[in-house]
């Protein structure tokens, strides 16, 4: 059998180009990092190759002993990373994503139709809670059941909980969502649980984006307040594209948590787990173990409160005022300018991040505001120096953004792109294919 090099020349050249890419720019987005590359390896390994439908020992296929012995791992390996004990949390390790995995829980824990409250898309929210237009259910998850966003309070830029208990008193979901997108603070996890209890619906903490600080202890602790908990494991957390489910184990709400999870994932909506994620999982699960681990997480939020500061010094209009968390959300229409834009004359100079809505805004299609995420260039050695500098070059690529007759050439950010691509760049961890 022929090395990809070899069998398909095309296919090797778009990942060199890809990696050459990944190498030189500055990557900001905040869903985005550098997976380890022991996590590539197990994800580029022969578990690729064989089924495994059902869960440890209940298997629907022969041959699974060591996959089954993989995949315990990795469930004991979750638990522990999230200091959770094994009598009264399970977990799934399945799903093949965090959309999936969402799409999971309601499955077990709602029948069609019923009602549930996530936070509004536009103020931060995850499509995956639902999402609808006056026109149209974009999201399955309005398609399939009845959704109702809560939202932000525009004045403070936080999750305005006085509201989302006026509305869940009206509205009487089965299930609240806490957790986003781009919400740059924690969540009030108490007030939640409060309001969920008042209405007798299931509390759910999707912590996609901040798996790896609720890990590492940085951010607060959502197992205590929360009936499930779903995260991706490819952002703060640097695992492999994947999902998890986390549930407690226990019958809430007439529901036994833990089999209608497992029959949600499995026969409800997936059939063969992905053995090479679960590896790389396993792998990335034993790093979020480790004091570096911890350490590499306490850099990631003081990285970006050095961000946040430096762009209110340079006159930015941060939501919230600033951020407890790894990402940043600055708001553009006070300097008569758009995200998109914004983020278009970045890309040019080799700078990724995304363009966001940002509360208040009219329309969606051109949001007013930029997201900045700091895990992926913590991965890669920067520090709160090197994030004053990005904050610098964002600002002067929004300078050229407001004054289109300044070009991009000669600038001192193509310099600093220079460096980044230069041997003096941290090569600690360098992007693997
Ligand atoms: N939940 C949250 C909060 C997210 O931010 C995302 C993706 O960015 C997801 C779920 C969906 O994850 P995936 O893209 O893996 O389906």
Not at 72 to 81: I, M, W
Not at 152 to 170: F, I, P, Q, W
Request: proline share 4%; net charge neutral.
């Amino acid at each position: 059998d022929n090395g990809l090099s070899e069998a398909d020349p095309e296919v090797r050249g778009i990942i060199e180009r890809e990696k050459e890419r990944q190498f030189k720019s500055l990557e900001l987005i905040a869903s985005e990092n550098f997976a380890y590359r022991a996590v590539m390896e197990a994800v580029g390994s022969c578990l690729t190759n064989k089924y495994s439908e059902g869960l440890p020992g209940k298997r629907y296929y022969g041959g699974n002993e060591h996959i089954d012995e993989l995949e315990t791992l990795c469930q004991k390996r979750a638990l522990d990373a999230f200091h959770l004990d094994g009598k009264k949390w399970g977990v799934n390790v399945q799903p093949l994503s965090g959309s999936p995995a969402n799409f999971e829980v309601y499955t077990a824990v709602l029948k069609p139709h019923d009602r549930l409250m996530g936070l509004d898309l536009s103020h931060g929210g995850h499509l995956s809670h639902g999402f609808m237009t006056p026109k149209r259910r974009v999201s399955g998850t309005s398609i399939y059941f009845e959704s109702m966003s809560y939202r932000l309070n525009e004045s403070t830029g936080l999750v305005d909980y006085d509201k989302l208990e006026e509305m869940a008193d009206r509205f009487k979901p089965k299930l609240i969502i806490a957790g986003a997108s781009a919400y740059p603070r924690d969540f009030d996890y108490p007030r939640m649980r409060k309001i969920a209890d008042a209405v007798g619906a299931f509390l759910m903490m999707d912590m996609a984006h901040i798996s790896g600080l609720v890990a590492a202890s940085v951010l607060a602790n959502p197992f205590d307040y929360c009936d499930i908990v779903t995260t991706t494991t490819h952002k703060s957390l640097r695992g492999p594209r994947g999902g998890m489910i986390f549930f407690k184990k226990d019958t809430v709400l007439g529901v036994d948590l833990e089999s209608a999870i497992n029959n949600a994932v499995f026969p409800g909506l997936q059939g063969g787990p992905h053995n090479h994620t679960i590896g790389g999982l396993a792998v990335c699960l034993k790093y979020a173990q480790s004091p570096e681990f911890k350490a590499y997480q306490n850099k990631v939020v003081s990285n970006c409160r050095a961000l946040a500061s430096r762009l209110t010094e340079l006159g930015y209009k941060l939501v919230s005022g600033g951020s407890d968390n790894h990402l940043v959300l600055v708001d553009l229409r006070p300097l008569g300018i758009d995200g998109a834009r914004v983020e278009k004359i970045l890309d040019m100079a080799s700078i990724t991040l995304n363009k966001n809505s940002v509360p208040g805004d009219k329309s969606a299609v051109v949001p007013g505001g930029i997201r900045i995420g700091s895990p992926a260039m913590t991965t890669r050695g920067f520090t709160e120096k090197e994030f004053i500098a990005v904050a610098d070059y964002i600002h002067e690529g929004v300078q050229i953004t407001i004054d289109a007759k300044r070009t991009v050439s000669g600038s001192k950010l193509q310099d600093f792109m220079r460096f980044v691509a230069s041997p003096e760049f941290s090569q600690k961890d360098r992007v693997s294919d």
